[in-house]
């Protein structure tokens, strides 16, 4: 195999990616003893990023809302930088613009001060207060210094324009989670400070969709649509987040749609919440049924076939519409496609790492295609995704040779050294991060997960439903195609 | 003086308008206003910006895995990094021991590289971690240098603080370790050059015409060795002033290297670079090399210049590139209507003044609100700028080119083609043809 090769030139070849600097004489082996992310405390190219910037996510899917991120700059342009590389969209985030005097003195006047300037400049109906490591680790009191902000606001524009931007406070230390918490945290303080009952309940569900792009939250509303069921998504980043091009443009520019507050304070009234992706929402919709006993139906995911039926079995039994036949003609064409395409996907060797929810549900769909995953990689730590990845296994342990290899939290370092352990694989499906192990690998990578920067146009194609699935089969297909077999062989087809 | 466009009151004297022979200058150095939304980085960042590119060295991020995760991407290159990944444990006890083990399994996994840069982030600045003793300790253990990087994101005004450490570190641990040998006759450093899309390969391509060796890049094309062997150049040449002006002032205390503040962008900011070195040296070549290049150059850009003539461009971007950038555009024809920075010093603006025309805008440190503003006022046919400002601009309606560069090089006489090609490319887009409906084209034309 090539890769077992001692490259030309004395290059270690894991330093060939990063630059053409000899940076060695000759490639020592790795130490097994450190490869495994349990034996060491150092981590290498981490599979996960920081708790506030799964709240800002949130935050930008709401109506007329700017994320308000109480730290340092950096806190808010690596986060700008990331959306605006994934979405190709405007992210706009307000920073507390954290400097020595605010680490000295703790946050409390740029908190009152960025929240004047933020609402006199842009009069936002939504506020998302997101706290970093720096405001954690001062221990700003959050609760109190918002009331002085308030209070502040008042005296100078008036109670009636305060009460016109609601602030929601949602807290998320970056040392304390990844990405799916702070976007799970962010779910449950937007329920607890805006859900409230009173009204009739209305004939409503919630949609918690967890990180799912735009692409998919279409699609998901697609589904309900031919349902005939009304819905509440919530933080629907599916217009926000792909707004047209239209000028000219009002200023300040705000994206059109999103989750509006009207819509987050009904939720306690609806028939249930269904949450997608256990990890990133479960909280949101277990506080509701706790607190307004609207029931909570969370995950799984709904990527490939039986998850999808899973879904909209859950909501017909619910709302008591039946499944319509669009939606059965739907899966007739994935399952046909399946039919199709199965003798290239079968026993295809598959690698697959990212989000711990949308990842159970990708091992799911590619074993449901007849491929053998032999390792999965959660960033995120999860006991919902052990639960299950350990149902799918044995669900089909009649397809695999050898039971897949999970790592339930871990890095990319201990993913990359294990692959390449094993025989070839021929496919690898996860986010943009793992471009460099796909390349050391010398296989192809279906990109899907959080974050896709380097590519154009995942974030608008879905991966959830029936019609998601199809495409996402037919990229599995594709690729597998164009990297296993000769030209004469794929142009018989 | 009018500036046309609404800032917060105290932002007012950030926002200037050029008139007249009086000179006039935006505030700058000051720090952000909380509340906006800025488009400065911190201090981690711009020690990121710096470091990153060093390949033979561990990359270190003692803090969370939020931070090594954004760390490990720089000037769209993917970089290995490594990371303590604290967690809430480690923030409150204290993370010094888990430091110094991490330093070691790091130094195990990848035992060829000849240091470790260990970088702070603002918990662990927050928490008082003393990392200079943590890295000593396990640089005995190690047998390399374990250097800190002070950098936690909170301190000073943007990423330029960050910059400005990481040159101190370099000065301090890299630069000028070899031996004491006697400078390479026609060896040159290039300061402050990151070597993005290529730009380094454009800048090596004019030295070695003018028969110079290019010693070490920083960090472009820098390592170890490189830079330990940095001292035997006999100049240094500052490319970006603001990353590079500490370097250079710190070379020449300590080894006596001059050197030249240059740019590599547009035609004459290359030509007068090349001049200059090539007086420095007394090499004869320049005259030559300057003609040639220039000759082909217009040639070569002809074709675009009737479609850039009188066009109206609104420059932001990092620092120091302003002036020389600004003056690339005048020489395509286009006419500068606005340049603005996030963090650029007094000289950089004063630079950048003599630059532009009359009723141009000066704006230091802007937030992305006064840029909306200005470009709706304004309505530039070509923004050049961040990626951050990129689709607020294309929502806007308005065609943006990326600096740093997306696509090829903007230095040196070759690169100037490449920026004609792709401004002429933006500008006369079908593309914002379709935007824009007739009824608004209209409008267009009438205020232009």
């Known amino acids: ?493 | 003086m009018s500036v046309l466009i609404e800032i917060l009151p105290s932002r007012r004297g950030q926002v200037v308008v050029k008139r007249g022979n009086v000179p006039v200058l935006p505030e700058c150095g000051r720090p952000t206003l909380p509340g906006v939304i800025s488009e400065r980085s911190c201090a981690f960042y711009g020690a990121r910006w710096m470091l990153a590119a060093i390949p033979d060295v561990i990359h270190l991020v003692h803090g969370p895995a939020g931070c090594a995760y954004y760390g490990s991407t720089v000037r769209r290159k993917s970089y290995r990094i490594f990371s303590t990944q604290l967690v809430e444990r480690d923030i409150i006890f204290g993370a010094g021991a888990k430091l110094y083990q991490a330093v070691l399994e790091a130094c195990a996994l990848d035992p060829h590289a000849c240091a470790v840069l260990v970088y702070a982030t603002c918990g662990t600045g927050l928490i008082g971690e003393d990392l200079l003793a943590v890295c000593n300790r396990a640089a005995r253990k190690v047998n390399r240098p374990v250097v800190p990087v002070n950098a936690p994101g909170f301190c000073g005004r943007s990423q330029a603080a960050g910059h400005d450490i990481a040159a101190r570190v370099l000065l301090d641990y890299f630069i000028g370790t070899g031996e004491a040998r006697e400078p390479v006759d026609n060896g040159v450093n290039v300061l402050g050059e990151f070597d993005v899309q290529g730009d380094l390969d454009e800048i090596d391509a004019l030295l070695k015409q003018l028969g110079l060796k290019l010693i070490c890049a920083f960090s472009g094309r820098a390592s170890v060795s490189a830079m330990a062997g940095a001292h035997r150049a006999r100049l240094n040449i500052v490319h970006c002033q603001r990353t590079g002006h500490l370097l250079a002032e710190g070379m020449q205390d300590r080894f006596g290297i001059p050197y030249l503040k240059v740019s590599f962008f547009g035609l004459e900011e290359t030509a007068s670079a090349v001049r200059s070195i090539a007086r420095f040296f007394g090499t004869t070549g320049g005259k030559e090399v300057i003609e040639e290049g220039i000759r082909n150059a217009r040639k070569a850009v002809t074709p675009f210049l009737p479609k850039l003539a009188g066009k109206r461009v609104a420059l932001f971007f990092g620092a120091s590139r302003m002036g020389s950038m600004a003056r690339a555009f005048a020489e395509l024809g286009m006419d500068v209507v606005m340049i603005g920075s996030q963090f650029g010093c007094r000289e950089d603006y004063q630079d950048a003044e003599a630059k532009i025309k009359d009723g141009a805008v000066l704006i230091d440190d802007a937030p992305e609100k006064d840029l909306e503003e200005f470009i709706s006022e304004r309505r530039p046919h070509l923004m050049v700028g961040g990626t951050k400002e990129k689709y607020l601009a294309h929502k806007l309606g308005v065609p943006f080119l990326v600096f740093p560069q997306e696509m090829s090089p903007f230095a040196g006489f070759r690169g100037f083609i490449n920026l004609a090609r792709e401004a002429a490319g933006l500008v006369s887009a079908p593309v914002w043809r379709m935007a824009w409906p007739k009824c608004y084209l209209a409008l267009q034309a009438k205020e232009s």
Request: charged share 25%.
């Open chain 1, 1 to 493: 195999m090539r890769l077992k090769e001692i490259p030309i030139d004395g290059i270690p070849y894991d330093r060939l990616k990063i630059t053409k600097i000899p940076a060695a004489p000759e490639y020592v082996p790795r130490d097994p003893e450190l490869v495994p992310a349990a034996n060491r405390v150092v981590v290498v190219n981490p599979n996960r990023i920081c708790m506030p910037i799964g709240a800002m996510w949130a935050v930008l899917g709401v109506h007329r809302a700017i994320p308000f991120v109480q730290g340092a700059q950096g806190c808010t342009t690596y986060a700008r930088y990331t959306f605006c590389r994934i979405f190709k969209e405007p992210a706009t985030i307000a920073t507390a613009s954290f400097h020595e005097d605010a680490a000295v003195f703790g946050g409390r006047k740029n908190l009152a001060e960025g929240i004047r300037n933020l609402v006199v400049r842009y009069w936002p109906e939504v506020i998302g207060v997101v706290t970093t490591c720096s405001s954690e680790i001062m221990g700003d009191d959050m609760v109190g210094f918002l009331k002085e902000a308030r209070a502040g606001l008042i005296k100078e524009i008036g109670e009636a324009k305060t009460d016109e931007t609601t602030i929601v406070l949602i807290n998320t230390p970056s040392f304390a989670g990844s990405h799916v918490d702070g976007y799970d945290r962010a779910a449950r303080a937007f329920v607890e400070a805006l859900a409230t009952t009173g009204d009739a309940p209305a004939d409503r569900v919630n949609i918690i969709p967890g990180m799912l792009y735009p692409g998919d939250i279409r699609e998901i509303k697609h589904l309900l649509r031919e349902m005939g069921v009304e819905a509440t998504v919530l933080f629907d980043i599916s217009e926000t987040l792909d707004a047209p091009l239209e000028p000219p443009q009002e200023i300040p520019y705000y994206p059109p749609g999103g989750t509006h507050v009207t819509e987050i304070k009904q939720m306690a009234n609806a028939r249930a919440t269904f949450a997608l992706q256990p990890d990133a929402g479960g909280s949101g919709a277990h506080y509701l049924e706790r607190k307004f006993g609207v029931p909570a139906v969370v995950g799984p995911v709904p990527i490939g076939i039986a998850n999808t039926d899973t879904f909209l079995q859950n909501l017909s039994r619910i709302t008591g519409r039946k499944i319509p036949a669009s939606l059965r003609t739907e899966r007739g064409r994935l399952v046909d496609a399946m039919a199709d395409t199965f003798h290239h996907t079968m026993m295809k060797r598959v690698a697959i790492f990212g989000d711990p929810d949308a990842i159970a549900g990708v091992t799911r769909f590619v074993c449901e295609l007849g491929m053998t995953p032999v390792a999965v990689a959660a960033g995120t730590p999860s006991k919902n995704f052990a639960r299950e990845i350990d149902s799918i296994f044995a669900e089909y342990q009649d397809l695999f040779l050898a039971t897949p290899k999970v790592f339930n939290g871990g890095d990319l370092f201990e993913f990359e050294e294990y692959l390449k352990t094993l025989p070839r694989l021929d496919l690898i499906i996860g986010h943009s991060k793992g471009v460099d192990i796909a390349r050391e690998l010398e296989v192809p990578l279906v990109r899907v997960g959080f974050p896709i920067y380097d590519r154009f146009g995942y974030q608008k194609r879905p991966v959830v439903g029936y019609r998601g699935a199809e495409l996402l089969l037919y990229e599995i297909a594709n690729e597998i195609l164009d990297y296993r077999y000769p030209d004469d062989r794929t142009q018989q087809l």
